[in-house]
């Protein structure tokens, strides 16, 4: 896949070199979005870059030796152009399953054959170079392809030699290229597990995503509209915690968050039962200006990568690998089932990689170096399968997922709610000093938004109930709606002078504070749209 799109990418930045502008105009709209037609050639070469450094990382090789690997490749395409019949029947590559029809045929008739005699083919062409007779009189080069020993040498140790590196990328080649192990029947569970590695690491910060969720829905469900959701950064939410632990604890959950979203980000968007259906509700990355209302957990609009990504890891990653287990192994019966809430690492299939899966690489191959033969990696491919199973797969429960959601509280009340209010209870309007006074005993705007959730609760109830209108509304919140003691009005003047007959003024002058503090802070024009639908029906 990786030799593939190094190749795609090598024929489109030919092209978009084209002097023909209708070549270069037909490579730019393919690609979206859209780069300018003069910067198409930078644009490709650093994709051929990238994927040359993953193609060397997977061939366990140099870049050095990637590149030539890369010109043999062509060599072997231009060489052989009856390979090419079977690829030509499906050119035009319209559909989907006629591109996936191509990439297979490519991978079958080109590639494959050709990557199975790299290892060879690579020692030939650098035996090719040490057999060459000017290295004998340069003793930098004999050094290089260690044509001699290094002890005793007059370069210093620190002389750069590449060494393959035993990596999980490693390994997946070695076992593509073991004719044993590349039978059928052998390693197969070893096999699903390094094809699905790329997001069953991600498994283990779900604890953690859960965790996020839980707190944010405890803390905004109906506290929040939506425009605040996309108002509010990550970066403001975190300052606003006053607490040094929990803004800790707080930060390191979203950036483990961000973590898992970006190892299966593309899964997620491409392959998973939940995903965002508008473009401006993907999530890129998760960073400090990430507006909170994309972790916030809801089933639409921002909220679905938040319930989508929690999805893809339960039910595509972690459940979906254990039925493949469980069919290789043969497991029958019912399977044990754990309920989402109840949870936790040690039920999933959760590791981390540089501390526990590659621990268990290490110590299952064999690691030589001699001069003049490089290096020499083994596995012990069977006894590695029986480490993963036995360490991270026996004993692992499905999990049932359960949905958890943010209500934004309504942004617009129905004119009926007030006028229902107006009938059962007659409304006054406070006076310019009280407004005043109580305008000024509000110093953070959290403290706005805290009584603004309190009123919509306390409005709610008294359209369908009555009630004097000389009750303070403090004692009402309290007494008859049995609110917590944390919850109220927190100003004292609105505590002493604030009855039912002002709740809707106190409803307006709280709405018109909110908006005149949020366009202090360069927010006029979101501010206005969640404001002023608020403040011109009601009077």
């Known amino acids: ?13 030919w092209a978009s070199c084209s002097q023909d502008q209708n070549v270069v105009s037909g490579v730019s709209s393919s690609i979206s979005p859209a780069v300018e037609n003069n910067t198409l050639p930078a644009f490709f070469w650093s994709h051929f870059v990238h994927d040359a450094v993953l193609f060397s990382r997977a061939l366990g090789r140099s870049v050095e030796d990637t590149v030539v690997v890369c010109h043999r490749l062509l060599s072997h395409i231009a060489d052989n152009p009856r390979n090419l019949s079977e690829i030509r029947a499906n050119i035009l590559l319209k559909t989907r399953e006629e591109r996936r029809t191509w990439e297979e045929a490519i991978s079958r008739s080109l590639l494959a054959p050709f990557l199975q005699s790299v290892p060879m083919e690579i020692n030939g062409w650098l035996q090719h170079v040490i057999n060459d007779r000017s290295l004998g ?17 007059r370069f210093p140790p620190q002389l750069w030699r590449y060494r393959v590196p035993v990596s999980i990328g490693h390994l997946m080649y070695t076992i593509d290229q073991n004719s044993d192990a590349a039978r059928a029947d052998q390693c197969l569970l070893l096999k699903a ?3 699905e590695e790329w997001k069953l690491r991600a498994v283990q910060y779900l604890p953690d995503i859960i965790k996020l969720q839980c707190l944010l829905v405890k803390k905004y469900h109906r506290q929040i509209s939506q425009q605040e959701a996309l108002i509010l950064n990550v970066e403001t939410f975190l300052a606003n915690v006053n607490d040094a632990t929990e803004r800790h604890m707080l930060k390191k959950l979203i950036d483990n968050f961000g973590i898992a979203w970006k190892l299966v980000r593309e899964g997620v968007l491409m392959h998973g039962r939940l995903k965002p259906k508008k473009k401006e509700h993907e999530l890129d990355s998760v960073t400090r200006q990430t507006p909170m209302a994309f972790l916030l957990p809801r089933p639409q609009d921002e909220g679905t990568c938040s319930v989508a990504l929690v999805d893809y890891l339960i039910n595509c990653t972690h459940n979906e690998f254990l039925e493949t287990y ?62 993963i199973v036995d360490r991270f797969l026996v004993g692992k429960p499905h999990i049932d997922m359960k949905v958890y959601r943010v209500a934004f509280r309504s942004d617009v009340y129905n004119v009926a709610l007030f006028d229902r209010v107006k009938e059962r209870i007659p409304q006054e309007e ?28 306390a409005i709610r109830f008294m359209a369908s109930s009555c009630g004097s209108p000389n009750i303070f509304l403090d004692q009402y919140i309290h007494e008859t709606l049995r609110m917590p003691p944390d919850s109220g009005l927190i100003s004292p003047k609105a505590k002493q002078a604030c009855q039912l007959k002002h709740v809707l003024a106190m409803w307006r002058l709280l709405s018109v504070e909110k908006g005149r503090r949020l366009a202090l802070a360069d927010r006029v024009e979101a501010s206005y749209n969640v404001c002023s639908p608020l403040i011109f029906f009601v009077f």
Do not use: W
Request: charged share 20%; with cysteine.
């Open 1 to 13: 896949c990786t030799l593939l799109r190094l190749l795609l990418h090598a024929v489109l930045m």
């Open 137 to 153: 009189s340069n003793p930098l080069m004999r050094q290089v392809y260690e044509l001699e020993n290094p002890v005793g040498s």
């Open 193 to 195: 597990f390094l094809k």
């Open 326 to 387: 469980h069919k290789i192994v043969g497991h029958q019966g019912e399977f044990e089932k754990v309920p989402m809430e109840e949870m936790t690492r040690a039920h999933l299939i959760a590791y981390d990689v540089e501390r526990d899966l590659m621990p268990l690489v290490f110590a299952h191959c064999d690691y030589s170096l001699a001069v003049g033969e490089g290096t020499k990696i083994a596995y012990n491919l069977p006894a590695l399968e029986r480490q």
């Open 430 to 457: 406070l006076s310019l000093p009280v407004q005043r006074q109580i305008v000024s005993e509000l110093h953070d705007l959290t403290d706005v938004y805290s009584i603004l959730a309190v009123l919509d609760i």
